[in-house]
């Protein structure tokens, strides 16, 4: 990764993080993780005594048209107020922190278990009962 962007989301993170602004480049560590279109990365406080929870870093792709930034935000910040997604601590139209949750993906064999399909279902009925203000939903 590019030091001068690594260098640049670190100042992006100690910005809006204010348990964070006081720690040197050196004591924040970041890690590429997977994703399709953005870019993701775990960023974790070295030092002692700070919020032990790392955060997600999110750079948005560049794709005009593609996805609504700020219909993608709305419905990002209402799952958050609503407990059912991770929290925001601030971003911008290039990037978000994000709440980490330590997870993993679920197995293709796991997907055959009964509890796991019923509890992704409730899950996804719990979502799509969700009404975003200013935001239509389209059936499919």
Known sequence: MN???VLQYKAFIKENLPEWRDLRDDEINIEKLSSLS???YKATALKEGLRRNPIIFRRFA???GVVDRLKEHKVFIE????????HCYGGNNKYRLEEY???RTIKNLEYNQVNIRRKL???LATLHKIDIPNIEKIPL
């Open 3 to 5: 030091k001068d962007k």
């Open 38 to 40: 953005n870019q993701v």
């Open 62 to 64: 560049i794709k005009e």
């Open 79 to 86: 799952l958050a107020r609503r407990n059912c997604g991770p």
């Open 101 to 103: 949750f330590p997870a």
């Open 121 to 123: 279902a409730r899950v």
